[in-house]
């Protein structure tokens, strides 16, 4: 059949193509700004058609309505990255967590956690009937390309990403065209703390080298720092709006790629219109799945690779805590891993762990010890430099002693004293040989 007959034989409303879902079916939903929030809005309406529909999301950007109390019955969230909307069901024992590499995610859904159906959002076919997934490649590409059943709901504002981006028209067993904004994440407002991140970040930062800019205002605030760097390049997880200005400015041209050259490499955009018209039919952004993007190995084959991401707690050893505070699952372990190990294989890389110094209930991220049931996503072997508004801690090849004491210096003031008590418990020893 033509493709442009399967497609009109095929459209439909989202009240229809959600019964295309049967209970107990595992359904993976379009990752981050490419939620298809129609499809979810349908599939949430219709929950009492459904038993034990299970959610596989990552990065959620709109409400998850699935998560809301009483839903149970009919979906359980197996989440992969918590967010604010999600955190409530997970913490109260509502829905569940898999832990699990960003780059081995797409595995783990052609293997284990099969889909029964797909939930895609994509742009409208081109003249071969094949529909660019947009914003979103990462998982939600394998996750279509195995699941039985593919909804898609197409939408002509959904960017025509380039690079290993496409679905073709006749993998979709139910289409629904929608004419709606993209989910946007603007630019997040930048306070002193994290400018001063920024700026410090900047400074690990040289001419020439290939940028992995992590989730939160952090990124956004080191690539203000930059606007005087030359010949940067992008290979990146994701990247937002801040990447297109430096882009615009000549910072970034990705001429001094070791690996794609020419090309910013990526698997997922978070930002505004302007980052989603700058993409559109660009092929100067190359779109990939995320077991190649976030493969260390394949982010090792860029030299001077600088990875820069946020967490939560680091304790005076350099184990790093970024998903999780105690039990609380607050994100995920997402990329930061995958990246810092690619930094550390890559020639010259390195890797930045940057955050401000007290999280915003008051409490120092630089601790003694890392919170009771916490899970650590980045080792202290892995640990290299990290960053407060205070200045820059370097771990890769320090002793426990220097970790301890470097960090203590970054930490925030009205915490040190009680920090360096716990330093003379466990260094004094040390310290007194020195001194003889
Ligand atoms: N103890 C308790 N709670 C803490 C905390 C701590 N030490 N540090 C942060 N939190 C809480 C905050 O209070 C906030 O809760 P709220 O949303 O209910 O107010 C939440 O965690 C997020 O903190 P915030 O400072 O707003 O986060 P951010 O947007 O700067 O992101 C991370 C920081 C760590 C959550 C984020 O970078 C992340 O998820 N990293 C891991 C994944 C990763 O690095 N991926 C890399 C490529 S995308």
């Known amino acids: 059949m033509d493709w442009r007959e399967h ?19 595992r359904v993976c939903v ?37 998560c809301a109390p009483g839903m149970e019955e009919h979906f359980i969230h197996n989440c992969v990255f918590a967010g604010g909307s999600t955190r409530k069901a997970l913490a109260e024992g509502r829905a569940d967590y898999t832990p699990i590499f960003f780059h081995q995610f ?57 690079g290993d981006t496409f679905i073709h028209v006749s993998k979709f067993a139910a289409i629904v065209e929608v004419d709606s904004p993209i989910i946007e994440l603007p630019a997040p407002k930048l306070s002193d703390v994290e400018m001063n991140i920024g700026e410090h970040c900047a400074s690990l930062i040289n001419d020439g080298d290939t940028l992995q800019l992590g989730i939160g205002a952090i990124p956004d605030a080191v690539l203000r720092f930059l606007t005087e760097k030359k010949d ?27 690996y794609h050259p020419g090309l910013c490499v990526v698997n997922f955009l978070m930002g505004t219109r302007k980052l989603y018209d700058y993409v559109h039919n660009n092929p100067a952004v190359y779109m990939a799945g995320v077991d190649y993007v976030n493969h260390p190995l394949v982010i090792a084959k860029n030299d001077n690779l600088v990875s820069i991401n946020s967490c939560v707690q680091v304790d005076l050893q350099g184990q790093i805590v970024s998903s999780s505070a105690g039990l609380k699952q607050i994100s995920g372990i997402g990329g930061q891993a995958d990246f810092v190990r690619g930094a550390a294989y890559s020639k010259g890389g390195r890797s930045i762990m940057a955050f401000p110094s007290i999280a915003k209930g008051g409490i120092s991220k630089i601790v003694p010890f890392i919170d009771e049931g916490s ?12 960053v407060t508004e205070y200045g820059i801690a370097a771990m890769h090849g320090a002793s426990l002693r220097q970790r301890a004491q470097r960090l203590i210096a970054i930490a925030h003031p009205d915490v040190r004293a009680q920090l360096q008590e716990e330093y003379e418990r466990r260094f004094a020893t040390l310290d007194a040989i020195d001194r003889n």
Not at 7 to 25: C, F, P, Q, R, W
Not at 46 to 63: C, F, K, L
């Open 375 to 386: 899970s650590v996503s980045t080792l202290r072997e892995d640990a290299d430099y990290i």
């Open 106 to 162: 797409p595995d783990l859904l052609r293997t284990e956690l099969v889909p029964d159906v797909a939930l895609v959002h994509v742009c409208p076919p081109d003249e071969h009937g094949y529909c660019s997934m947009g914003v979103s490649i990462d998982y939600s590409k394998a996750g279509a390309e195995s699941a039985k059943t593919v909804i898609a709901q197409v939408n002509p504002n959904m960017p025509r990403t380039l």
């Open 232 to 258: 940067l390049g992008i290979h990146s997880e994701m990247f937002s709006d801040g990447v297109v200005e430096l882009i615009e400015a000549g910072v970034v041209n990705n001429s001094k790629k070791t």
């Open 30 to 66: 379009h990752h981050a700004c490419a939620e298809p929030t129609a499809l979810i809005d349908a599939m949430v309406a219709n929950a009492a058609a459904y038993r034990h529909v299970e959610i596989v999301h990552m990065v959620p950007m709109g409400t998850s309505p699935y």
């Open 7 to 25: 497609y009109k034989s095929h459209l439909t409303s989202a009240a229809e193509a959600v019964n295309l879902i049967k209970s107990g079916d």
